[in-house]
């Protein structure tokens, strides 16, 4: 609580920073008000609505409002356990939830060249991003300077994580590698604008797919099979839940989480008493344990009987989970810090620049559907909230393509994020 003496000779003080609401359970319902309210206005039919949402992402209101709320003393995120209660329980059971949900034998049998362009896609990041820090570094050093949290390349890490797996990785990455507020604050701004300028091209080269497979060469009559295989699928596994279902997916969620929390208060502290030098690497961090086992777990998982629980909804908790996460980071975060990094911006397009330029090439190589390279781009761009979106520009039928190779972005996320942050560490030092 900070106090200030009003100037004028007046012996008389002030309390600022004080919050109308600081009972968390207030605050949380907010946060769910708020969030309701976006995604009912979001699926509104009404034309200010649609036009609104048009040039505004939902994800960046979902970060925004509760940004503005924290900044208007409504609530404080400051002090409040809402985001340390959502990044060590909602987050691993969100992530178990949307993993358990990989039908690897089903996303091989979309072919490989969709599997090939999805993992261009992931590599474009990984490589990306520390080619971006080694560029700038030639003419602008200080754009990606800094120490301790506010080491620009870590902030880096956190839109890694966004862009191989979602807003989920994204924080865990923020944990891991232990990113300030404020610098996380300007890199959410940095990762939404520039995701979704890249959207916005994809989505108009779906208008002129025929023209661009041409010159890709592509042979799209795959699509044809690929559309009834998805059809297939998603009439073996959906059905009406019940309580029992939520029931099911609740305890598979949590029990996941329990599991990786007991093997990270083993693990890390083991580490941190006879491998201490391994602490440059984050393996010393008992969050990085949580993530990295609870998506090993719901990976091998996935190859079971509890993988049908996607077909009652389990992902659908799983966003919900993510959601929250997201409210309770947009409470810590002030949108306006991209002011402070205004170079920031120039990272994220020579980044996105890379990713796009391999994509392209591969494509080209393989001759591979451009419908391919964009769902593979927004799988890891974009997450499982726009990759549908850009697959049923193509083909309304095929959206489920892109929710198959997003869920595997999710999957593969926190290693490849993890990945690209240690080599980023490496180029900016």
């Not at 409002?65 to 900044?71: E, K």
């Not at 393509?401 to 290693?415: C, D, E, P, R, S």
């Amino acid at each position: 609580m900070d106090s200030t003496s009003l100037s004028g000779g007046h012996n008389k003080t002030i309390i600022v920073g004080q919050s109308l609401f600081t009972n968390d359970a207030v605050v949380l319902g907010i946060l769910i008000g708020i969030l309701a309210f976006v995604f009912t206005t979001s699926k509104s039919n009404h034309s200010f609505w649609k036009k609104f949402y048009t040039f505004v992402p939902t994800l960046l209101l979902c970060y925004f409002i509760p940004s503005l709320f924290n900044s208007l003393g409504i609530f404080s995120g400051e002090h409040s356990n809402l985001y340390f209660v959502a990044s060590r329980y909602l987050l691993p059971t969100s992530l178990v939830l949307l993993t358990i949900s990989v039908d690897l034998p089903s996303i091989l049998k979309l072919g490989p060249k969709a599997l090939i362009m999805f993992f261009t896609g992931t590599v474009g990041i990984i490589i990306g991003g520390p080619l971006a820090i080694y560029i700038i570094s030639f003419f602008a050093p200080g754009i990606v300077g800094g120490i301790g949290p506010e080491a620009v390349w870590r902030g880096l890490t956190t839109v890694a994580g966004s862009w191989i797996g979602g807003s989920a990785n994204q924080a865990a990455m923020k944990e891991v590698f232990e990113v300030g507020d404020h610098l996380f604050s300007a890199m959410i701004a940095v990762d939404v604008i520039i995701a979704n300028i890249w959207m916005a091209f994809l989505l108009y080269g779906a208008g002129i797919q025929l023209k661009i497979d041409r010159w890709l060469q592509a042979d799209t009559t795959a699509l044809v099979d690929l559309k009834e295989k998805i059809d297939v699928y998603r009439a073996q596994i959906i059905r009406m839940p019940d309580l029992t279902d939520t029931m099911k997916i609740m305890s598979v969620g949590f029990g996941v989480t329990a599991l990786a929390h007991i093997g990270s208060d083993i693990i890390a502290p083991w580490i941190s008493t006879f491998a201490p030098e391994l602490e440059k690497f984050s393996l010393t961090s008992g969050f990085f344990w949580l993530i990295v086992l609870a998506t090993t777990i719901a990976l091998g998982l996935s190859f079971t009987k509890v993988r049908n629980l996607e077909g009652v909804g389990a992902s659908r908790y799983g966003s919900l989970f993510l959601y929250i996460l997201v409210a309770t980071i947009g409470m810590k975060m002030d949108l306006l810090a991209i002011f402070d990094h205004p170079g920031l911006f120039l990272v994220g397009f020579i980044w996105m620049v890379i990713h796009a330029l391999l994509l392209i090439g591969v494509a080209k190589w393989i001759k591979a559907p451009f419908f391919f390279m964009a769902v593979g781009s927004q799988a890891n761009v974009g997450g499982a909230a726009s990759a549908p979106i850009v697959a049923s520009a193509f083909y309304p039928s095929l959206a489920p393509v892109g929710v198959l190779l997003a869920v595997l972005g999710y999957a593969v996320g926190t290693y490849g994020a993890w990945l690209c942050g240690i080599i980023m560490q490496i180029a900016a030092n």
